[in-house]
């Protein structure tokens, strides 16, 4: 069984898994829970609106290695459809096929056998499989604290002009003496705070969403990289190696007929 054999069967398996939408959610999911962190303050809720991509999933669990004995939560993905099993079936006979050329039609039947029996249980594991694997979402970036703090600080800039300009109108209301005024150029300094606080926090606000985007396809990247090596490992034990055992079962029975051949 060559490279190309084997890689077929991880890709057919991945997309039965539904690894492409687990990647997409990872993006989503840490889009989203950048903007929330870093975004303007005033408009973060509007974040907290919408659902979390991974935890429409079930997948937004904090990993913990699991004992052998332990079950592993089940994921909320969408049952296999009918194109990725039939691409999971044409892989798997494919790479019997591949295996078992020039072999008895006998030993050909067998091993197709003892694929296709691996097949109807390989769903449900690799549910198992991608559930169990650690999507590199439980720790956010560092920079997103220190973003936070400089998006607090510059709202309380903001909300310092916002209050002084609000004392000038109280106290005019009131007919009192009006604070010192204090110019910037042409402009207050009440007004200069508050609207350099409002734009410079927007600024920032664009700024880490780029940064984000740009975290969340490293982070989408590492999380397709460890979902493919639990499909890998699914494979291994679910289809090569039943398959292995079936071919060596076969080279031990041909050895033994060639020594009692020897013999005669």
Known sequence: ?????????????????????IVSAV?????????????????????RLRPDPLRRLHLDRPHTPHPPAAPVPRSSL??????????????????????TAGLPEGQVRGARRVL??????????????????????????????????VQWLVLLVALTGLG??????ALAWLQLPA??????????????????????GLLLALLFRLLVRVGARRRAARARARLLAAVEAVAREEVLGPLGAELDAWRRLRGAVESVRRLG
């Open 179 to 200: 604070l010192p005024s204090v110019d910037v150029g042409r402009l207050p300094l009440p007004t200069v705070l508050l609207l350099g606080g409002v734009v410079l």
């Open 27 to 47: 993006a989503a999911a840490h889009r989203a829970r950048g903007v929330t962190a870093t975004g303007w303050p005033p408009t973060r809720w509007l974040r």
């Open 116 to 149: 296709q029996k691996q097949v109807e249980p390989l769903a449900d594991r690799l549910d198992l499989a991608v559930s169990g694997t650690d999507l590199g979402m439980g720790t956010p970036p560092r920079w997103w604290r220190a973003a936070d703090i």
């Open 78 to 99: 969408p049952a296999v459809s009918t194109v990725a099993r039939s691409q999971v079936d044409l892989a798997v006979r494919g790479l019997a096929d591949t295996a």
């Open 164 to 169: 002084w300009l609000g004392v000038d109108v």
């Open 1 to 21: 069984v060559g490279r190309g054999d084997r890689d077929r069967v991880t890709r057919a398996l991945a997309q039965a898994a539904g690894v492409d939408a």
